[in-house]
């Protein structure tokens, strides 16, 4: 039976060039972080991948200090760790090349063992890819699926965001400590986020944005979803990453179609041409989850249940996933810019309608 004191683990932890496969390697035959630390050199030697040099540095270069630090750290924002051998230890990250030992959790633990979708892309969406990031995320959350995403901007931030909006659940992974805000304008939803989902990392409390963190961080996310989701991704982008990730895991990826002659649709298009499913709808995805929906979703919009009036579905019968300007729209409707700007702002209240920069308007 493994026992964990989380002290004495971070201790562990700490010595440098240990590794996670190194560690469980020592507690496999230990059982404890404690026994290994007290072992002596010979018996640590014994372990595979542990050398002279390491077993030394077990022996004299764990640092106490930075154990109790991080144990204050965790102790201040509320935060648990989940150790590789815990119930809580998600079972589809166990699964992955050199999974994490341990994982830094603020939020709901359980969150980490519901089916999750990874919804990844750009930190420059188009209005089009925001759009479709907004709808396949609430659609999905809203049947019981996590939204796992990285809390970059861009199409991570409007995933979380969407999934939150909607009553569901979300998970961001992050590439800093579970203490550090990054970007920091989406302090405010990272709190929203630990209310109903989590925030987890490998990654020490404290510890700041680093570049190599990030392809890191990355493999978690596909690491515990089921599927990966590309919504727009361009050539070189980490949300392809997450997807090379998902591949080598053996997990489904889907890609939504973009424009050929844009470059934010380069690495989703490129994803399609090798093999990947194309998502066109919700219930794409969730067969692919095996989750029957409550109501079938299409691509295509439904009239809406609410009420609206003739103005108001003259409107919406017109407007798309692409954006309109409201010149175009009063032209279409054969009514005044201003009272087109009036039905306009009603169906916003409504959450039907959004309006884009520059006086354009795409339908939700």
Not at 157 to 183: E, M, N, Q, W
Not at 213 to 230: D, E, K, W, Y
Request: glycine share 6%; hydrophobic share 45%.
């Amino acid at each position: 039976m493994i026992d964990i004191d989380p002290q004495a683990f971070l201790r562990l932890w700490s010595v440098p060039r240990i590794g996670s496969q190194r560690i469980r390697n020592l507690i496999a035959r230990f059982k404890s972080p404690d026994a290994v630390l007290r072992a002596s050199p010979r018996e640590l030697v014994e372990i595979e991948g542990i050398d002279k040099t390491l077993a030394y540095q077990i022996k004299n270069k764990s640092d106490p200090q930075f154990a109790a630090k991080q144990m204050q750290l965790i102790k201040k924002v509320n935060a648990r760790l989940i150790f590789f051998w815990d119930k809580n230890y998600p079972e589809l990250l166990k699964k992955i090349f050199d999974p994490p030992v341990l994982l830094f959790v603020r939020g709901q633990i359980e969150s980490l063992q519901i089916p999750g979708l990874a919804v990844v892309g750009t930190r420059n969406p188009s209005a089009y890819g925001k759009v479709i990031t907004e709808k396949l995320s609430r659609e999905i959350a809203s049947q019981g699926v996590v939204i796992t995403s990285g809390l970059a901007r861009g199409v991570d931030t409007i995933a979380h965001r969407s999934a939150v909006a909607c009553g569901g659940k979300t998970v961001a992974v992050l590439g800093t400590g579970i203490d550090v805000f990054y970007p920091f304008e989406n302090k405010e939803l990272a709190n929203q986020i630990i209310a109903s989902g989590a925030l987890i990392s490998e990654f020490p409390m404290g510890d700041k944005p680093d570049a190599p963190h990030f392809p890191r961080r990355n493999r978690i996310i596909a690491g515990i979803s089921q599927a990966t989701l590309v919504i727009e991704a361009g050539k070189g982008s980490g949300a392809l990453i997450t997807a090379d990730f998902a591949l080598e895991q053996g997990k489904d990826i889907f890609a939504v179609p973009g424009n050929i002659s844009s470059p934010k649709s380069f690495g989703t298009n490129l994803l399609i041409q090798d093999g990947a499913a194309i998502a066109l709808c919700s219930d794409d995805i969730l067969s692919a989850l095996h989750i029957v929906p409550g109501q079938k979703t299409q691509l295509t919009h439904v009239m809406p249940t609410i009420p609206l009036s003739k103005d108001e579905n003259n409107i919406l019968k017109i407007l798309s996933n692409e954006p309109m300007h409201i010149d175009l729209i009063a032209q279409k409707t054969d009514t005044t810019t201003s009272h087109s700007l009036s039905i306009l702002l009603s169906l916003e209240l409504k959450n039907l309608v959004r309006q884009m920069a520059g006086k354009n308007f795409v339908r939700i």
